[in-house]
């Protein structure tokens, strides 16, 4: 095996070519922004070491305004924006001439396979298009009975532990499984039965994708960047490398996803032979496509067996994706801290019922026409978005309008910024979600009444004019299945049981890694969790 010359090529081969190159590349030198810490690492290091996720870029922003020059490894200029025109631009008003961050891509690749979150350009239209059907607001809905069900099967489980009285939960033992299960029966009619504790091989590999993942050390790191600037034939090269272990998780999960998902499609295919038309779920519109020789309807095999694995990744366990139980965890956070929203929340559902006369499972539309629960989602959304930032890069030269201008390094106004083709950009989220020219002076405290109040502002992404779900042409296809799977269960739950912070108090933290998690000020050491104090509605 040829491993130490293509260690040793990668090693010292690729960072000394990028060095040069950088030196020569037209760069963001006319931007203002934090000095390096360090030539190799730049700050990515020290994002990525942040104790609490904005730590450093609420600082920065702050200081040079919603566009300015950061570093990344090997003293590569990066283009920060929060800026809401800027991010408009990039995302929703330019289609495919920012790309997805190619370390992500490839990243996404190794552990799903060509899927929709690894796919670029023509191909990513081809399978989004696809999929769409699939994701539509009339297809979300037919899914509100999983969800309830779900809600209803977990409430019963929390019911039979508060029988002695009000307990303390972690939360974060329940949503996930309780997330899990709605999803694979959702998506692929399959049972995971992890609320019910049920042993499943794929349930397990998902869970354990990233035990093995050392992403915050700086050799890592600059590994990472020497790929994701490395010539094409290098990282082809890099694959006859020996696997990390990390890897080598990540094949398992692939091939039993490949598997399963291969015997779903067959089933599939089984049972709508004779009948007249394959349904617009996602088996369905996968199994049309792996049928089709139209070059613009069909999936190849690969290409299927990948969507399922992306979907239950985008959907639950998280990478560079975020999931629903993630959100529903933060909201049901601030309503412990809230008693007040929980208050509204529930006469919003009281008066619901008693204008349609239901006493039993709600419908999506009742959902909808719920203006504060929305507020209370969209709100959490905006505070907690589990992925803080999404890095892209240029295709074509191009200049990013500003919303808000910004000053150079030589001292004048620019209300534009001109990037060369791969220059790579950091869209960051959460202080876009928090800008107070956006939100007011406000912007870090939780008040979803703001989401009430009408005001004129630059659109972004699809929900409340949040960020949390991206914008345009790669935005989450699933935002409205996390929507409505949030509102059934939330429901659920304060009709069943009042929520309250344990006695002793909780300080929260927005731990900070590849997706932001919650965690006890100065108890790390437990790892993240989300103890809320639960009360049975029915015992008073
Ligand atoms: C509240 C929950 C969720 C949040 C906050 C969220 C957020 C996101 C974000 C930020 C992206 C990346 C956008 C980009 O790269 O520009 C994404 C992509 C994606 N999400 Fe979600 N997501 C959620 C739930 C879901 C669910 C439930 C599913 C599937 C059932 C899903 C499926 C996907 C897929 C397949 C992609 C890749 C889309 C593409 O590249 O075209 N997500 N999501």
Same mark, same amino acid.
Not at 302 to 326: K, N, R
Not at 344 to 353: A, N, P, Q
Not at 460 to 481: D, E, K, Q, S
């Given at each position: 095996m040829i491993?130490f010359?293509?260690y040793?090529? +990668?090693?010292a081969?690729?960072p000394l070519?990028?060095?040069?190159v ?5 760069? *963001? ?7 390096s810490?360090?030539t190799?690492? /730049? ?5 990525l070491?942040?104790?609490?996720d904005?730590? &450093?870029?609420f600082g920065?922003f702050?200081?040079?305004?919603t @566009?300015?020059k950061?570093?990344a ?5 990066v283009?920060?924006v929060a800026?809401?025109l800027?991010? %408009?631009?990039?995302?929703?008003k330019?289609?495919y ?6 370390e992500?891509?490839?990243?996404? &690749?190794?552990?799903?396979g060509?899927? !929709?979150f690894?796919?670029?350009g023509?191909?990513?239209?081809r ?5 769409n059907p699939a994701?539509? $607001?009339l297809?979300?809905q ?11 099967t977990?409430a019963r489980?929390?019911?039979? /532990?508060?029988?002695?009285g009000?307990?303390v939960f972690d939360?974060l033992e329940? *949503?996930?499984?309780?997330?899990l299960d709605?999803l694979?029966?959702? #998506?692929f ?14 349930a397990t590999l998902?869970?354990e994708l990233?035990?093995d993942?050392h992403?915050l050390t700086?050799g890592?790191? *600059?590994? +990472?960047?020497a790929?994701?600037a490395?010539?094409?034939?290098l990282?082809?090269?890099?694959q006859y ?5 990390e890897q080598?998780?990540w094949?398992n999960w692939r091939t039993k996803a490949y598997a399963?998902?291969?015997a779903?499609y067959?089933?599939?295919m089984r049972e @709508?032979?004779?009948s007249a ?5 996602v ?5 049309r496509a792996?049928e089709s020789s139209?070059?613009?309807?069909m ?7 990948? %969507? ?6 985008a ?5 560079a994706l975020?999931s629903v139980?993630?959100l529903?965890?933060?909201?049901i956070h601030e !309503?412990?801290?809230h008693p007040e ?6 006469e919003e ?15 999506? %539309?009742?959902?909808n026409?719920m203006?504060y629960?929305?507020?209370?989602i969209k709100e959490?959304?905006?505070?907690y ?10 295709e074509v030269d191009?200049?990013i ?10 001292g ?6 001109p990037? @060369?083709k791969n220059?790579?950009? #950091? $869209? ?5 979600n928090r800008l107070?020219e ?6 870090h405290e939780?008040r979803?009444?703001?989401f009430l ?8 992404? @699809?929900?409340?004019n949040?960020?949390?779900f /991206? ?9 409205r299945? /996390?929507i !409505?799977?949030?509102? $059934?269960?939330?429901v659920?739950l304060?009709?069943?049981?009042? &929520? ?6 909780l300080d929260?933290m927005r731990?900070k ?6 965690? +006890?000020r100065?108890r790390l050491?437990e790892?993240q969790?989300?103890p809320? !104090? ?5 015992a008073?």
């Amino acid at each position: 095996m040829i491993t130490f010359p293509l260690y040793a090529l +990668i090693a010292a081969g690729v960072p000394l070519l990028l060095l040069l190159v950088r030196s020569r590349r037209r760069s *963001l030198k006319f931007l203002q922004g934090p000095p390096s810490p360090s030539t190799l690492l /730049g700050h990515e290091y020290a994002l990525l070491s942040e104790a609490e996720d904005g730590d &450093l870029e609420f600082g920065w922003f702050e200081r040079y305004g919603t @566009a300015f020059k950061a570093k990344a490894c090997f003293n590569e200029d990066v283009l920060m924006v929060a800026d809401p025109l800027a991010l %408009q631009h990039i995302f929703q008003k330019t289609g495919y001439r920012y790309r997805k961050a190619r370390e992500v891509e490839l990243q996404g &690749l190794q552990i799903n396979g060509p899927g !929709l979150f690894a796919a670029q350009g023509e191909t990513h239209q081809r399978q989004r298009k696809l999929l769409n059907p699939a994701f539509s $607001a009339l297809q979300i809905q037919n899914l509100c009975p999983i969800f309830q069900n779900s809600a209803n099967t977990l409430a019963r489980k929390w019911k039979d /532990g508060l029988k002695l009285g009000p307990k303390v939960f972690d939360v974060l033992e329940w *949503l996930p499984n309780m997330a899990l299960d709605a999803l694979g029966e959702s #998506i692929f009619e399959y049972d995971f039965g992890a609320l019910e504790d049920r042993h499943n091989e794929l349930a397990t590999l998902v869970g354990e994708l990233f035990v093995d993942s050392h992403f915050l050390t700086p050799g890592v790191l *600059l590994y +990472i960047a020497a790929i994701r600037a490395a010539p094409e034939f290098l990282v082809k090269l890099s694959q006859y490398l020996p696997p990390t272990k990390e890897q080598v998780r990540w094949k398992n999960w692939r091939t039993k996803a490949y598997a399963t998902a291969e015997a779903m499609y067959e089933k599939r295919m089984r049972e @709508a032979r004779g009948s007249a038309e394959m349904e617009n779920d996602v088996l369905g519109v996968v199994c049309r496509a792996l049928e089709s020789s139209n070059p613009e309807k069909m999936m190849h095999p690969e290409e299927a067996f990948a %969507q399922l694995a992306t979907m239950i990744m985008a959907g639950h366990e998280t990478t560079a994706l975020t999931s629903v139980e993630d959100l529903m965890t933060w909201i049901i956070h601030e !309503l412990s801290r809230h008693p007040e929203d929980q208050h509204r929340i529930l006469e919003e559902v009281k008066r619901r019922r008693e204008e349609t006369r239901n006493e039993g499972e709600l419908t999506p %539309q009742d959902y909808n026409s719920m203006c504060y629960l929305g507020a209370v989602i969209k709100e959490a959304l905006r505070l907690y978005p589990i992925l803080s930032t999404i890095p892209v890069e240029a295709e074509v030269d191009d200049v990013i309008p500003l919303e808000y201008p910004v000053v150079s390094s030589s001292g004048h106004v620019i209300h534009e910024v001109p990037v @060369a083709k791969n220059q790579r950009v #950091i $869209a960051s989220v959460d202080v876009y979600n928090r800008l107070k020219e956006v939100w007011g002076e406000d912007a870090h405290e939780w008040r979803p009444a703001r989401f009430l109040e009408t005001k004129t502002q630059t659109t972004l992404g @699809a929900y409340g004019n949040v960020f949390t779900f /991206g914008g345009g042409a790669r935005m989450c296809i699933g935002w409205r299945f /996390g929507i !409505l799977e949030v509102q $059934a269960v939330i429901v659920t739950l304060l009709e069943a049981f009042e &929520l309250s912070l344990p006695k002793e108090g909780l300080d929260i933290m927005r731990a900070k890694g590849i997706i932001m998690r919650p965690v +006890i000020r100065d108890r790390l050491h437990e790892g993240q969790q989300m103890p809320i !104090l639960i009360k049975n509605r029915d015992a008073d």
